[in-house]
RNA sequence: GUGGCCUUAGCUCAAUCGGUAGAGCAUCGGAUUGUGGCUCCGAAGGUUACGGGUUCAAGCCCCGUAGGCCACCCCA
């Protein structure tokens, strides 16, 4: 045997046997964007490393290690460019919505893609090179309300998916106008604690002192004692956060403010928030997270216009399901066609009648003897066999239930009624 | 980027003191020519992750590399 080759680091394939939970998460995800009128939009796998610098901020974690680089060809400038694969969607989009002139259009422009992440990091429980996300974004609304509704919209598809005990975190970490005051309050306060900051903190300082607040690594009453940006907030960043939070208390989801919460992006501003099952501390809790980003489109080259989104981390929701032990029923309409001999002309006509009804059709294209023949089509998940034998000639196979083993003669044209009718559930 | 554990058949695992690789499951075939699931018989499947070292002899001991798992940072 030749050397073999295996998937690179940090990514997997997705078998068969994961393709039930991986078809519900993204139909669920296809059906809410359809119900709450999300149109969608597909942008590069592959972007401009600037524009993933400027938007996601140079201090991110997502740029500083784990930009996924791809190496240019040679050739022309434009392949020299320095490229990355996009660690997430948002920048896309927004860099879509600029180039395309996008807010001309009649508004707020409501946008969802399914897709692969990239991040160069170390793979670990849950976290992968290669993610796939669920995104949404809503541009050109200022208003507290969609907050709420894209708020709700997660918290819904966690529902419906199948997921128990998904909280939302949420916090506003304010905007240009009280963010300055409230930075500066934290490096008075953090300058007061010097000695007991990590190294990377220290920098963070510099850098970005909100996300001082996001290292774990210091002690829980130097975090907890820092500043809040709750009490540092303008009266308009406020009175909107107040309002996303008492239309969250009518809609009925589950939320907690966290102040430690800042994320890591520096886009967002205002609303954060973040998903995670309630009682798994520790490691990859969260599910998805977002924020408003009022400032990135104008960051961008466009004019200033507000935005709100999230992400979902589709890998991650389909590893809780599995934990949680969600069901996903089985269908077993697929039918085998099996026959003897050499009869595969009628076998391929046969299944191509029940076809055209819409049944899934599976037929078996050996010659070996029909008992065998039978045992594979219930090994591959067959609940029903069609079997092809002399009485094809009047118009009639034998459809045998590979659950009960009941079986009788019926008309092919029969067959699809008697299948459909679905009484072949193991 | 940092640390710990691990790597033998498709999967889960054995292999005594270093003595030349085994089982269960799965797969495929058979058990008197047209009816599966149970049972029985049989076959195939390995450069013991890769590379080097020590030794008469290495799956086992030593070094390196790669990969996996887990945790930290951070995030989905």
Redesign the pocket.
């Known amino acids: 045997?030749a050397?073999t080759i295996?998937?690179?680091?940090?990514?997997?394939d997705l078998l068969p046997e994961e393709a039930a939970a991986w078809n519900r998460v993204e139909a669920v995800a296809r059906d809410l964007s359809r119900r709450y009128a999300f149109e969608r939009i597909e942008t590069p796998l592959f972007e401009r490393v600037e524009l993933f610098a400027r938007g996601l901020g140079e201090s991110?974690?997502?740029v500083e290690?784990?930009m996924f680089r791809v190496s240019g060809a040679t050739g022309s400038d434009e392949e020299r460019a320095e490229w990355a694969l996009r660690?997430?969607p948002t920048a896309g989009i927004v860099r879509a919505f600029i180039e395309h002139g996008m807010h001309v259009r009649p508004g707020p422009l409501r946008l969802s893609l399914i897709g692969p992440?990239f991040?160069?990091?170390?793979?670990?429980?849950?976290?992968?090179?290669?993610?796939s996300?669920w995104d949404v974004e809503v541009v050109g609304d200022p208003g507290p309300a969609v907050d709420a509704e894209v708020i709700e919209l997660a918290h819904r598809f966690y529902t419906e998916v199948g997921l128990t005990d998904v909280v939302v975190h949420l916090n506003s970490i304010g905007d240009a106008v009280c963010r300055p005051a409230y930075r500066q309050a934290l490096v008075d306060y953090f300058s007061v604690h010097i000695e007991r900051l990590?190294d990377?903190?220290r920098r963070?300082l510099q850098v970005n002192p909100l996300?001082v607040l996001?290292?774990?690594?210091?002690a829980a009453d130097l975090t907890e004692g820092a500043p809040k940006s709750a009490d540092h907030l303008c009266d308009e960043c406020r009175a909107h956060f107040r309002q996303v939070l008492d239309l969250l208390d009518t809609l009925g989801v589950r939320h907690i403010v966290d102040h430690r919460l800042?994320?890591?992006?520096d886009y967002y501003t205002r609303t954060a928030f973040?998903?995670v099952i309630a009682g798994r501390e520790?490691?990859?809790?969260?599910?998805?997270?977002?924020g408003r980003y009022d400032g990135l489109v104008e960051l961008l080259g466009g004019r200033a216009t507000p935005g709100i989104g999230?992400?979902?981390?589709l890998?991650?929701?389909v590893i809780a399901m599995q934990e949680q032990g969600v069901s996903l029923p089985q269908a077993s309409d697929l039918v085998a066609v099996v026959g003897?001999a050499d009869d595969h002309a009628d076998r391929l006509r046969v299944a191509g009648q029940l076809r055209d009804a819409g049944i899934a059709v599976r037929p078996d294209g050996?010659s070996?003897?029909?008992?065998?023949?039978?045992?594979?089509?219930?090994?591959v998940g067959?609940g029903w066999?069609v079997?092809v034998?002399?009485?094809l000639r009047t118009g009639l196979v034998?459809l045998?239930?590979?659950?009960?083993?009941?079986?009788d003669s019926v008309a092919v044209e029969d067959v699809a009624a008697r299948v459909s009718e679905g009484s072949a559930l193991?």
Not at 119 to 131: E, L, V
Not at 310 to 313: A, N, Q, R
């Open positions: 045997m050397k295996s998937a690179p680091r940090g990514t997997r991110s974690a997502a290690k784990e660690p997430e992440m991040r160069y990091d170390r793979p670990q429980a849950g976290r992968f090179r290669q993610f996300q990590t990377d903190s963070r996300r996001d290292d774990k690594m210091l800042v994320r890591g992006l973040e998903f520790g490691q990859q809790q969260a599910l998805g997270g977002g999230f992400g979902i981390g890998d991650r929701v003897f050996s070996r003897k029909l008992g065998k023949q039978l045992e594979a089509a219930a090994k067959a066999a079997i034998g002399e009485e034998g045998k239930n590979l659950h009960s083993g009941e079986q193991p």
